[in-house]
């Protein structure tokens, strides 16, 4: 299939001066908003809402109104069940720039998946007006959740996720990395800006939450994003792949509907339930082409249901950066497109998901023990859909292209200088907005996650342990 690249949509950009949500506290930091990313992408297609919500010019502010009755709910319902997906009644403030938005009874929920907490107090704890006890979460919101009609969006968004800078003491590393798909041309990456985040519960003064992670839902609206020379048609099947999707098996119990239960599957369609039986024969059909067919047979198959270079152009970014909590080295964290409903007649996508531990947060994992070094032609052995392209010169040379192409200094795309440039431009919008009321993660520090299994790396100290030189001397080094 064709690629195509959105045009930038040429709306009028905001600069005005960001101040703190009106009912919030007034803010005394210096106004960074009217500093331009350096070499922003011009990936925003030509329309109106994303071009707003996620213009990374204007960093929006977010303020969540609950009451406290649904808010001692919330609390309540995640010490029964913590991966519950419930949503809850609020109110929300979307200030950008000069202007100010506001959404009634729309939908709040907690995010997250070994990542996900408690926002305040401990188990059993209702919220205290007195002395409140904070934390970072990560928060879901769907503004339509309650109300079906236009004044429940941001300007025709419907929904929003939030994501706090869990281990991620730089502050960029998802970021970094779904910047770099799209400058690279990766259209099937999703759009996420800085935002800075308030909650305000019952009549109590909002608290600061600090600066968030603004990121756009996969979903139906995701797709119908992507239609002209992307996807082509939105009637298709969505699926997210998560623990044990590496497309070896199709045992039933890997595969469900969201049934929004909090239950993870392998593979979870996010579709209606009464096409999840039309959708699995699909994915399943897929599946077992993709184990069954001979060498040659595959090749022309892969090449007839996939944009081959695109996805390896995708992978080329995944393993750039360090991504090994993915379907070639982990089987987890993406999600798959087909983008029609007959069980042989389709083009299949990847979609790349989840990237906060990238940029050398490292672990033992499957074949890994260094992301800055392993060799990228042996990323995995986990994900068959890599394993079985791997196979192909023609494809290892598209791959190992795509990675020459990302680490050349001339392109501007993953070479350190860059990069360091990216991040310092990043890190100097959001230095003075990260103290925050919750107390943590006070301050940019340039460590990995603590967690991890190479603690030395850095994004921008230069020398043997600054993560895109070890990287590209990987690449570099292929045969």
């Known amino acids: 299939m064709k690629r195509l690249f959105y045009s930038l949509c040429s709306i009028a950009l905001l600069f005005a001066s960001c101040t703190e949500v009106g009912n919030g506290p007034e803010s005394d930091k210096p106004n960074q908003d009217n500093d331009s990313i350096v070499d922003q992408p011009e990936t925003k297609p030509d329309e109106p809402g994303v071009a707003y919500v996620w213009d990374e010019n204007v960093i929006p502010e977010i303020t969540i109104h609950i009451a406290e009755e649904e808010w001692n709910k919330l609390l309540l319902r995640f010490d029964e069940h913590p991966h519950n997906v419930d949503y809850f009644h609020a109110d929300f403030t979307y200030k950008k720039g000069g202007e100010t938005l506001f959404v009634q009874d729309g939908g709040l929920r907690l995010r997250g998946n070994t990542s996900r ?5 401990q188990t059993g704890d209702l919220h205290s007006p007195t002395n409140p006890d904070w934390h970072h979460c990560h928060f879901g919101i ?13 300007k025709g968004i419907r929904k929003l996720n939030l994501k706090w800078f869990k281990d991620d003491a730089c502050y960029v590393r998802e970021m970094y990395c779904y910047d770099l798909f799209h400058r690279y041309g990766i259209w099937t990456a999703i759009y996420n800006t800085y935002c800075r985040v308030w909650l305000q519960v019952g009549e109590g003064a909002p608290v600061y939450y600090g600066v968030y992670e603004q990121m756009e839902s996969i979903d139906d609206e995701y797709v119908k994003r992507r239609i002209d020379g992307m996807f082509e048609n939105k009637n298709g099947h969505l699926w997210k792949c ?27 369609f996010k579709g209606d339930s009464a096409d999840f039986a039309v959708a699995k024969a699909q994915l399943e059909d897929f599946i077992l082409k993709l184990k069954g067919k001979s060498e040659d047979s595959f090749y022309k198959w892969i090449k007839e249901v996939c944009d081959v270079e695109l996805l390896l152009k995708t992978y080329a970014v995944n393993v750039v950066v360090g991504m090994w909590d993915d379907h070639w080295n982990n089987a ?33 994992c499957g074949v890994q023990s260094d992301a800055g070094r392993q060799d990228p032609y042996n990323w995995g052995d986990n994900g068959l859909l890599m394993e079985r392209l791997m196979r192909f010169e023609e494809f290892r040379e598209i791959y190992k292209k795509a990675l020459m192409e990302l680490v050349a200094p001339e392109n501007n795309l993953f070479h350190v200088d860059a990069s360091i440039a990216r991040i310092e431009a990043w890190q100097a919008r959001i230095q003075s907005y990260i103290s925050n009321d919750t107390g943590e993660d006070m301050q940019l520090e340039d460590i990995p996650a603590s967690w991890g299994n190479h603690h030395e790396y850095r994004l921008l100290e230069r020398g043997a342990n600054n993560f895109f030189e070890v990287k590209t001397q990987s690449v570099l080094n292929m045969n």
Not at 117 to 121: H, Q, S
Not at 142 to 154: G, M, Q, S, V
Not at 242 to 268: I, L, M, P, V
Not at 344 to 363: A, K
């Open 117 to 121: 907490r408690r926002p305040e107090g």
């Open 242 to 268: 998560t623990s044990g999707a590496n497309f070896q098996h199709t045992n039933a119990r890997d595969f469900s509907w969201d049934k929004d239960d909090g239950a993870t599957f392998a593979y979870e």
């Open 142 to 154: 769907n503004f339509r959740k309650y109300h079906k009609d236009a004044d429940h969006t941001i």
């Open 332 to 364: 987890n964290n993406f999600y798959v497109y087909f983008n029609s409903t007959d069980k042989f007649d389709y083009q299949f996508f990847f979609i790349p998901y989840d990237y906060d531990n990238t940029l050398g947060t490292s672990l033992n």
